[in-house]
């Protein structure tokens, strides 16, 4: 099951724009959106997200708050030749929010190839549904 809506290729994609411009940790201005990927088993949530040309080291920050998955990065405009350039330099910025039972103590992050997965252990939500029986008020 995907938590990121995918579209058509002959939509346009508003969904990134609308991800950066809602994100409560991200600028509406000065950001560019992630592309993102996601996956769920049983026992997993990963989430993919395209960034290359970036030093992980030093410019990705990955962080886990109240049930929400924030990936920030930042690639910076090297001008060693003159010419044109259609790469996005900024700061990029994305964040999803964690299915039911996301443990986040465990979440691990790597880079390979210019991308950057993170993955999330799922255990059984923390909190059961509560069931609430409605009263007649007549």
Sequence with gaps: ???IRR???LVPDFTEL???????AAPVFGTHPLRLED???EKQYTVRAEIPGIDPA???????????LTIKAERTEKHEEKGRSE???????????????AQEDGVQASYAKGI?????PLGEPQEPVRNIQVESAE
């Design 87 to 101: 790469f996005s330099y900024g700061s990029f910025v994305r964040t999803v929010t964690l299915p039911a039972g």
């Design 7 to 9: 579209q058509s290729a």
């Design 39 to 41: 996956s769920m088993d």
């Design 58 to 68: 030093k410019d990705v920050q990955v962080s886990v708050h109240q049930g929400q």
């Design 1 to 3: 099951m995907s938590l």
């Design 18 to 24: 609308w991800n950066a411009m809602m994100s409560p």
């Design 116 to 120: 950057l997965t993170v993955s999330v």
